[in-house]
């Protein structure tokens, strides 16, 4: 009787190592994915101002002429 309560009591235990272990992996997904919105957003700013910059420039390219 000794043997199968074992069994029993590490299936549960691996079974509740696994639940934490998805919970974490799951935690650091949504951190990894807020971080990548976050750098998309700086990407996206730095184009706008190397766009803007680059009109700008050619304007002033325009007037020099």
Do not use: M
């Given at each position: 009787m000794f043997w199968p309560m074992?069994?029993?009591a590490l299936g549960?235990?691996?079974i509740?190592?696994?639940g934490i272990l998805g919970i974490r992996v799951f935690i650091e997904?949504?951190?990894?994915?807020?971080?990548v919105?976050?750098?998309?957003?700086r990407i996206?700013?730095?184009?706008?101002?190397?766009?803007k910059a680059?009109?700008?420039?050619?304007?002033t390219g325009e007037a020099l002429r």
């Open positions: 074992l069994a029993i549960f235990l691996g509740a190592v696994l997904a949504q951190r990894l994915g807020r971080e919105t976050r750098t998309t957003e996206n700013r730095a184009a706008e101002d190397l766009e680059a009109t700008d420039l050619a304007r």
